[in-house]
Every structure is written in structure tokens, then in C-alpha cells.
């Protein structure tokens, strides 16, 4: 009975990461298809509002998924925060670290040629900042953390696939409007924070390890970009 009971549970997480990353992947086109909207008619500014619309969605479907874990995570979390903090930091420097090394070199490749959903971060942050911001910085830690690391962890048992897969996949979403050679290069630093991340997660088995390093990055990044846009 035990064995039988383990099994249905370990589907029925299966079946709910893949309904999870099934949504992700259509929540923007489902609005569109019911009310009939023309997305490429939208303005830009009319674009951020109808996506970050759509990303509040999710987010509320997502945290309402793991709303029990998240409570219990939150609370072991800031317990004892000063030393959950210092140890999701180190891992996460070394993820930064690999990142901005392979980024440097990138450039020098590259000319300074960024990817497709990088340069759309950059104008969209420009046309509505505060939108953005609230999308970069609130959205993306916790819905990706929850996604890309939690719900991964839950269907993939062995340590170093489930890294590998939850960081490659992390990555690859950040590349994948991009042409295959740059997609190839950049593949590097966006992993590196994947993996790092996810190693954060199997490290402490709170998922608000890999959240705050990935807020603290988004937003830092974020603000950097804002303040060279208007400053």
C-alpha cells in the first residue's frame, strides 16, 4: 500500500510540473485566443501591461500550487536568515562569477551583441520601468525558483541530473529567441546562474535560498539598467 500510495504521488507531481510548464509556455496566448487580441497590433507599452498581466496569472496559479510549502519554507527561512543568506550567497557567487567571466569573453566575440530577449529586457525596462521592475525583480524569482527549481526537484531524485536539467532549462528559456550560434555562447552564463541556483536548492532544501539570491540579482541588475537609462 505504501509503495502503491508512493507512486500515485510521485505521478501526480509529475503530472502537475508538466501542467505547470505546459501554462508557462501558452499563459500569453491564452487571453489572445479568448478575447480575439491582435498581439502584434499592440503598442509596446500596451505588450508589457498584456504580459505582465499574464505573469501575475501564473504567479498566483503557481504560488496557490506550493502555497503550503512556500509557508513553512518561508518561516525555517528567516528563522534563521543572517545564516541562510550567507551560505545561498556563496553558491550563488560562484554562479555570478562563472557568468561574468564567460560574458566578458562573449563580448570580445561578439562585439557586444546581445540576445533577442536581453535587448527586449533593455527597451521594455526604457518604456515602462516600473512595470518591468515589478516583473524582473517579484515575478521572475519567485515563479522560475518555483518552476525551473522546485517543481523540477520534485519529479528528477538524483542530485547532479537534477542540476544539470533544472540549469540547462533555466538557460536555454533566456536564449531561445536568440540565433543558434550566439544561443550556443550565451547558453554558458545563463546556466551558470541555473545551476547555481539549483545547487543553492539542494543545499538547504528551502526554496527561498535560491528566491532571494535570484531577487537580489534581478533587482540589482534591474536598477543598474534603469539608472543608465536615466541618469
Known amino acids: 500500500m505504501k509503495k502503491?500510495?508512493?507512486e500515485e504521488n510521485k505521478i501526480y507531481k509529475v503530472?502537475?510540473?508538466l501542467l505547470l510548464f505546459l501554462l508557462f509556455f501558452t499563459i500569453s496566448a491564452i487571453p489572445a485566443l479568448i478575447f480575439n487580441i491582435d498581439?502584434?497590433?499592440?503598442s509596446d507599452k500596451d505588450s508589457i501591461i498584456y504580459s505582465v498581466s499574464c505573469s501575475i496569472v501564473f504567479l498566483i496559479v503557481i504560488v496557490?500550487?506550493?502555497y503550503k510549502s512556500l509557508k513553512k519554507d518561508f518561516k525555517l527561512f528567516f528563522k534563521?536568515?543572517?545564516?541562510n543568506m550567507e551560505q545561498a550567497f556563496k553558491y550563488y557567487l560562484v554562479g555570478l562569477g562563472v557568468m561574468i567571466?564567460?560574458?566578458v569573453i562573449i563580448n570580445l566575440l561578439l562585439s557586444g551583441e546581445l540576445t533577442d530577449n536581453e535587448q527586449t529586457v533593455r527597451n521594455y525596462l526604457e518604456i515602462a520601468p516600473l512595470l518591468m521592475l515589478f516583473d524582473i525583480s517579484i515575478y521572475a524569482p519567485l515563479a522560475e525558483e518555483l518552476l525551473f527549481r522546485k517543481s523540477i526537484r520534485e519529479v528528477i531524485d538524483n542530485k547532479w541530473l537534477y542540476i544539470f536539467v533544472s540549469g540547462f532549462i533555466f538557460g536555454a528559456l533566456h536564449v531561445i529567441d536568440t540565433p543558434f550560434?550566439?544561443?550556443l555562447l550565451y547558453l554558458i552564463p545563463y546556466c551558470s546562474l541555473g545551476f547555481a541556483f539549483a545547487y543553492t536548492y539542494t543545499k538547504s532544501n528551502n526554496?527561498?535560498?535560491s528566491i532571494m539570491m535570484h531577487f537580489i540579482h534581478n533587482s540589482v541588475t534591474a536598477l543598474l539598467l534603469i539608472g543608465a537609462t536615466y541618469l
Open 15 to 17: 503530472l502537475k510540473t
Open 181 to 183: 550560434y550566439m544561443a
Open 4 to 6: 502503491k500510495k508512493k
Open 101 to 103: 567571466v564567460s560574458n
Open 80 to 83: 534563521d536568515f543572517g545564516n
Open 64 to 66: 496557490g500550487c506550493y
Open 39 to 42: 498581439l502584434d497590433s499592440l
Open 207 to 209: 526554496i527561498f535560498s
